[in-house]
């Protein structure tokens, strides 16, 4: 069927994964990149849930602010064999996805961090997993389920679950000791948007959370994300890829100028991704070329058999003498046609679209006489997962990965703000006509209710990484429009005291990107995690039980 072979989904790893178009969090390669395993490596040892960590559930209440009665099922998991009486109570929260990989990763594996510091402290570990995610639903999600369900999918009532959990917290082996934060102290620990609930849930409810560890958390929420890109173009220079960040640039001017005529459109779209694809919107084609970047955050140029690494070396190789181009690349003396191309016929191209959307496109080399079953670039997403967190950054966050107008420019300007407006629009449909989605995401609302970049809780450390694209949101953040002349230190505040606006008590991992201080393997991430232990050992020794 095919002309040579090229890399199938197999390879690539994880088949079922579909990440959408939109904001990529990453949430499946940060579970894999958190414990050192590329989304190759298949044949991590897996246990029985029962084995690991028993599965247990908590009632929740839907709706904690109003008087709706629904309630649903709330999975969380525990760790409780290095418990001594008089120890903290650990939460890592586990996010925008389904948390029973964790089990494997956080609670169980010896290279766990969270198991590590859990042990540490001979406390209590718990997972949790996030209300619409997983099993932690009142009801099944897809493309079909009603927009009025998601009406308690938000920041403020996903937060408010955690206090209601706390407050109710017992264990059956230890059923004599208050495992409730009235007389045990809880920590909560989280990475990406489970970094932003670290300091959200110590900000609004410090009685029940007394410390958090926020990893690369984007606090400021933000519609347009075009920085994102930046991030990454400077990562790969830093690492010595400036030759193919040169042909990208001019490939992508190559490629939007083909793309503004329908002809050459047509054409260029049948040339990278098959026939079929030719009927995809500019718009659609335009985020799929993004896909090469969704490996940077969670492995930089490694990690993946699509990682940058291969496509670069790709880019910055002449196929007829095999010679690598200077760092100016091969554009500036062959042509941008050249250089796109070579981005076409890289033989990962059209397997890694089909892994990151819901499409089967043929890709370059497919049978150019048949036309692909499913090349539809613009379809909506099925996946329970990437619905709900449609949802929460349609609603609330933003955080558009439109193209990164300017010099730096490695993504088709046709990946515009108003094309990532249009996949929230195209992934609920009657989002807005309903009333429960906003014409553009909620970003103030968000900023002022949490406070963005001035939030400071006490007993909070923030740490991100120096080319993790997430860093431009966070209170890290060096942007031109963030704060200025904020000052990082790694001076322990004291309990429960504040940081000035113009301090944040936190750290930078040197060339690393997103969570790498939740990664055993980042030699780094041990001085960051160590930065927060001794916090947290000075900080534990001020706890105060409200009981007797
Ligand atoms: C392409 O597909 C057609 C129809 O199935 C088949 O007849 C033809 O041999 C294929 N060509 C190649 C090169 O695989
Ligand atoms: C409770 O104790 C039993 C028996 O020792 C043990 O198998 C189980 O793992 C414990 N559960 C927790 C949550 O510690
Ligand atoms: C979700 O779907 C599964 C499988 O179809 C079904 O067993 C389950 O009852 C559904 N759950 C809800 C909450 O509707
Ligand atoms: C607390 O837990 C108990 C038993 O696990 C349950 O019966 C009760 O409804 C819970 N209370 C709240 C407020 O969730
Ligand atoms: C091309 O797109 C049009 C309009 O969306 C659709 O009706 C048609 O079925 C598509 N054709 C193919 C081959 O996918
Ligand atoms: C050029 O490309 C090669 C292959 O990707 C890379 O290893 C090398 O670091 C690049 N050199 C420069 C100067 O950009």
Request: contains cysteine; charged residues 15%; negative net charge.
């Amino acid at each position: 069927m095919w002309k040579r072979p090229v890399v199938g989904l197999m390879l690539l790893g994880l088949a079922e994964a579909v990440i959408p178009p939109g904001p990529f969090f990453g949430f499946e390669d940060r579970v894999d990149a958190e414990v050192g395993r590329g989304p190759d490596d298949g044949n991590l040892q897996t246990f029985p849930t029962t084995q690991a960590a028993t599965v247990l559930a908590e009632t929740l209440p839907l709706d904690h602010f109003g008087n709706y009665p629904g309630t649903f099922e709330n999975r969380y998991w525990v760790l409780g064999q290095f418990y001594q009486p008089g120890s903290p109570v650990f939460i890592y929260d586990s996010g925008e996805g389904n948390a029973e990989p964790n089990v494997q990763s956080r609670l169980v594996s010896q290279t766990s961090f969270f198991r590590q510091i859990v042990q540490e402290f001979n406390g209590i570990g718990i997972l949790w997993e996030h209300r619409y995610y997983g099993a932690s639903s009142h009801v099944n999600i897809s493309r079909t389920t009603p927009m009025e369900e998601f009406r308690w999918l938000n920041t403020a009532q996903a937060l408010a679950d955690i206090p209601a959990f706390a407050n109710n917290f017992t264990l059956s082996n230890f059923s004599s000791i208050d495992l409730t934060p009235a007389s045990t102290p809880w920590v909560f620990i989280g990475g990406s948007y489970p970094g932003i609930r670290a300091a959200l849930v110590r900000k609004k409810y410090p009685e029940t959370i007394f410390a958090s560890f926020a990893s690369s958390a984007p606090v400021q929420a933000q519609i347009d994300m075009s920085v994102y890109f930046d991030q990454i173009y400077g990562g790969l220079n830093a690492l010595g890829f400036k030759n193919c960040t040169n042909d990208i640039v001019a490939a992508i001017k190559y490629i939007d100028d083909q793309l503004s005529k329908a002809d050459t459109a047509a054409a260029i779209k049948k040339q990278y991704l098959g026939v079929g694809a030719d009927n995809n919107s500019n718009e659609g084609f335009a985020e799929a070329l993004t896909y090469i970047y969704n490996s940077w955050q969670s492995y930089q140029v490694e990690g993946t058999l699509a990682s940058m690494r291969l496509f670069c070396d790709w880019i910055s190789t002449n196929p007829e003498t095999g010679a690598v181009s200077g760092e100016e690349g091969w554009a500036k003396s062959k042509g941008a046609k050249f250089t796109s191309d070579r981005w076409a016929t890289w033989p990962q191209f059209g397997a890694l679209v089909n892994y990151y959307a819901p499409t089967s496109c043929a890709g370059y080399y497919g049978n150019s006489t048949v036309g692909s079953p499913n090349c539809r670039l613009d379809d909506p997403s099925s996946s329970p997962a990437v619905i709900s967190w449609a949802y929460q950054y349609c609603s609330e966050w933003g955080f558009f990965h439109s193209t990164n107008l300017g010099p730096n420019q490695i993504v088709s300007s046709y990946n515009s703000l108003k094309y990532q407006q249009d996949i929230c629009n195209r992934q609920f449909p009657q989002g807005i006509s309903s009333g429960l989605l906003p014409q553009q995401p909620g970003v103030d609302k968000i900023n002022q209710e949490y406070g963005g970049w001035g939030i400071r809780p006490s007993n909070v450390f923030f740490s991100g990484g120096e080319f993790d694209p997430w860093r431009t949101l966070s209170l890290l953040s060096e942007e031109s429009w963030a704060p200025k002349g904020v000052k990082l230190t790694q001076d322990i505040p004291e309990e429960g005291v504040s940081t000035a606006t113009d301090e944040v008590f936190g750290y930078l991992l040197k060339g690393a990107s997103h969570c790498f201080d939740f990664q055993t393997t980042w030699s780094d991430g041990a001085n960051s995690r160590n930065i927060f232990t001794t916090a947290l050992k000075k900080w534990l020794g001020n706890f105060k039980k409200k009981t007797n």
